[in-house]
């Protein structure tokens, strides 16, 4: 107690590297499991074999990234102090305790000069998934998807309104054979085709700082500019298929399809059914997905509706008749199909008229109730019953701990708060690299127990 320190730091130790990293560190775990040699391939065309000064090895380099997502490192500067201190880190990279750790912009200039505008990153991603496959960690028979938001690197005090052309659907060209089709089964003339030359606009609001990003404001969620992660993950282990980034002011059902067709083709999944919330919950989406011989599993969607108005629930559809019935008994019959994929059904003037519960039913002027029912409903229909049935339950039930609790991890430790990068492809960048981290971690996890 009364003996003087001894400066334990300049004495001499033999030790290995080997020795220090603690037997159940993740970084051991992720070493024995995960090969990560197919990165030279992936960016072997990146690289030139005789000229320039010696690059960094791309495998390290790979690795020095998915670092910082694995534990939740957001600054690169950072990152690198943490390795040059860190023997596990160091023993991960293959680096010694005395070799140079490369510098910060070492990153950074890899990303703007060699990666940028390329999809070095999306291959990756799936080479990952494709691993966790092989390994039978991920089965393809459900598949769940949401989206989460994260805080673009904008103030949504700096901004402008500006005037762009109005979004289109991204299944606009379905719905219009739909629409025509049904118009000639109902002996209606073809719509008039829409005037190319004239553009619809939208007012939006714009950010100065990070112009890709989009102003969200959906109830419930905080206003300002979002971009939004589209991901898809296993119903076995919650293993991440797919991430894909948008806007924060484009609908979830948007890009759905597109992405469930990617994973399809790209890993040859054959799933028997998909977990998707409500705002997933259309007649397009449901009708397209079943299309696909899969069976979708979506949340119950409440209809906006005033409260001293009749529900669309109050009146009965007869299949066999394509006629919806008043409360009152009265028929409300078919009239057209719209340009927006709509059946209208019109009721008869002259007894609405008189009706006495009138004014709940509607506030039309001229005393005519119209009902709408899309062209894809009975596809909506059937899904609605199968989120009834007991295995439909069981399905939906699964969504929090998969989909969900992926957020909620990449949230909490992988720095998923918040976009650390302005654009959209370097967002897309940080949400693959982050999807890749979790799955690795995940895969050390469950094969390392």
Known sequence: MLRDISPQQHQLEMVTLEQLVPQNHLVRKI????????????????YCKDNGRPAIDPVMLFKIMLLGYLFGVPSERRLMQEIEVNVAYRWFLRLSLTDKVPDASTLSQNRIRRFNGTDVFQRVFDRIVEQAIAKRLIGGRVLYTDSTHLKASANKNKSINKLVAASTSAYVDQLNAAI?????????????????????LSEIKASTTDPDSGFMTREGKPQGFFYLDHRTV????????????????????????????RQLQRFQLEPVAVGLDA????????????ARQIEPVMGYRRPNKGKDLLRKSAFDYDKDSDCYRCPQGELLQYSTTNRAGYREYKSDRNKCKDCPIRSRCTKSENHTKVLTRHVFETAKEAANETRLSSWGKKIYKRRKETVER????????????????????????????????????????LLAA
């Not at 000639?184 to 030359?197: I, M, Q, T, W, Y």
């Not at 293993?239 to 002011?249: C, F, Q």
């Open 31 to 46: 070493d024995t499991t995960i090969d990560f040699e197919f990165i030279r391939a992936e960016v072997a065309d990146l």
């Open 180 to 200: 025509e089709e049904e118009r000639k089964a109902a002996g209606k003339k073809p719509l008039a085709p829409k005037d190319d030359s004239v553009c619809e």
């Open 234 to 261: 296993d119903g076995r282990h919650g293993l991440i298929t797919d991430t894909h980034v948008t806007p924060g002011n484009q609908h979830d059902s948007q890009p759905y399809i597109a992405r469930l067709d």
């Open 279 to 290: 705002g997933y919950n259309t007649a397009m989406l449901c009708h397209l997905i079943k």
């Open 406 to 445: 992926s957020f909620a991890d990449a949230k909490q430790h992988h720095g998923h708060r918040y976009a650390r990068f302005r654009g959209l492809e370097k967002v897309q960048m940080q949400c693959l690299l982050a999807g890749a981290a979790q799955n690795i971690k995940k895969m050390a996890l």
